[in-house]
């Protein structure tokens, strides 16, 4: 079984920066990528980054190009998502996401085969 955990969310106020991490752990388990997407209330689950294992590339949602970074950690098996100049509309539960094959498009929740449980972001302004 695999499990990702996420960790780093919390209430900031807007312009302040957080860190999620997203760890891997079960059996063993290699990603072809790993994403975020978040869900704000009302609202459906929408794609923020993601990042191919074999290589490092990243893809980014619009609204989060140039605030956002994603990175990765081989050795840990632990993706990151670096949040700078939060906004109030960033306010969300953030979840981390596998995908364990090739898929076309990283940016539809369908692609991926292992979720995290999510973490509250709450960014006040």
């Known amino acids: 079984q695999v499990q990702l955990v996420e960790s780093g969310g919390g209430l900031v106020q807007a312009g302040d920066s957080l860190r999620l991490s997203c760890a891997a752990s079960?059996?063993?388990?290699?990603?072809?990528?790993r994403g975020w997407f978040r869900q704000a209330p009302g609202k459906e689950r929408e794609f923020v980054a993601r990042?191919?294992?074999?290589?490092?590339?990243?893809y980014y949602a619009d609204s989060v190009k140039g605030r956002f970074t994603i990175s990765r950690d081989n050795a840990k098996n632990t993706v990151y998502l670096q949040m700078n100049s939060l906004k109030a509309e960033d306010t969300a539960v953030y979840y981390c996401?596998?995908?364990?094959?090739?898929?076309?498009?990283?940016?539809?929740?369908?692609?991926?085969?292992?979720w995290g449980q999510g973490i509250q972001v709450t960014v006040s302004s």
């Open positions: 990042i191919r294992w074999s290589g490092g590339s990243t």
């Open positions: 996401a596998a995908a364990q094959g090739y898929r076309p498009d990283l940016r539809v929740p369908e692609a991926y085969d292992y």
């Open positions: 079960g059996r063993t388990f290699s990603s072809y990528a």
